[in-house]
């Protein structure tokens, strides 16, 4: 008796629950849809301070040729990612990001995407991603970029893993940057495409209404690439209720992962 009164009530409560969710996803649906229907405002004029969030980029797109150099560093690059060319396991991977080092600029745009925040502050726009809580520092007074960031001249500001950047507003509604000094131990993105000192990056952020940043991304690097190429472009949500979320890649638990889960499952798998 107490076991079909026990299946009675666990059913009972399935029933239940599938009758809540489905409840909870048609109040969604027609939320979304009654979003959907509503025009969103007009873009504010040289704001796009607040939250963004989108689908992560972790491939560039519209890559151009490489050069001989390029070409080399990007052959010895061993990507872990679903999609690379010349995918590995985790273990045997060489991805900075496997190993905790900084993601570095311009990999975190294209795969911090789930939250970005930019604040404007008199003299510089801050921009703050999810992953590493990292910020960068993008000038807006005036000033000019360095010539010869992570060049051998002995005065020669060093190289950094997010670069030198100033920006400025192209009319009411798109933030334009210029970011140079990029280190070059960091990857462009998941796949493994290299870059050098030599990396100029160009970004546009326009507010296409209120709720909606379009973002586009120019590479240009010669010592890399046959020509600047510039990516198609996306789009991120403002989301005034977001968190950034505490996503930190932490050495000592990315040793134990490696110690008892990935050495392990490469050795097996050889």
């Known amino acids: 008796m107490r076991r079909r009164f026990g299946s009675l009530m666990l059913g009972l409560g399935m029933v239940m629950t599938a009758a809540v969710l489905a409840l909870a996803q048609n109040a969604q649906q027609g939320a979304a849809q009654k979003a959907?229907?509503?025009?969103?405002?007009?873009?504010?004029?040289?704001?796009?301070?607040?939250?963004?969030?989108?689908?992560?980029?972790?491939?560039?797109?519209?890559?151009?040729?490489?050069?001989?150099?390029g070409q080399e560093q990007f052959n010895a690059n061993k990507p872990f990612n679903p999609g690379g060319n010349n995918m590995v396991p985790v273990a045997e991977s060489n991805d900075p990001f496997v190993k905790c080092d900084p993601m570095g600029f311009p990999r975190a745009i294209f795969f911090e995407t789930r939250g970005i925040e930019f604040d404007a502050l008199p003299n510089k726009m801050l921009e703050l991603f999810q992953y590493q809580k990292i910020w960068r520092e993008i000038w807006t007074d005036g000033r000019a970029l360095p010539t010869n960031a992570g060049g051998s001249d002995l005065n020669a500001p060093d190289a950094r893993w997010y670069g030198?950047?100033?920006?400025?507003?192209?009319?009411?509604?798109?933030?334009?940057?210029?970011?140079?000094?990029?280190?070059?131990?960091?990857?462009?993105?998941?796949?493994?495409?290299p870059h050098s000192v030599e990396l100029k990056?160009?970004?546009?952020?326009?507010?296409?209404?209120?709720?909606?940043?379009?973002?586009?991304?120019?590479?240009?690097?010669?010592?890399?690439y046959v020509k600047p190429f510039t990516t198609k472009p996306w789009i991120l949500k403002w989301n005034p209720k977001q968190e950034l979320d505490e996503q930190l890649c932490v050495p000592s638990e990315a040793q134990a992962y490696f110690d008892a889960i990935a050495g392990p499952a490469g050795k097996s798998g050889k």
């Open 36 to 69: 959907a229907k509503t025009p969103a405002a007009p873009a504010a004029r040289h704001d796009i301070t607040g939250t963004w969030m989108g689908i992560p980029n972790s491939m560039i797109s519209n890559v151009s040729a490489m050069t001989a150099w």
């Open 164 to 193: 030198y950047a100033i920006g400025h507003w192209d009319g009411d509604t798109t933030f334009v940057t210029e970011t140079v000094g990029m280190d070059e131990r960091t990857w462009l993105d998941a796949v493994g495409h």
């Open 201 to 224: 990056v160009g970004e546009r952020y326009r507010r296409v209404d209120h709720d909606n940043l379009e973002v586009t991304v120019t590479v240009d690097d010669p010592k890399a």
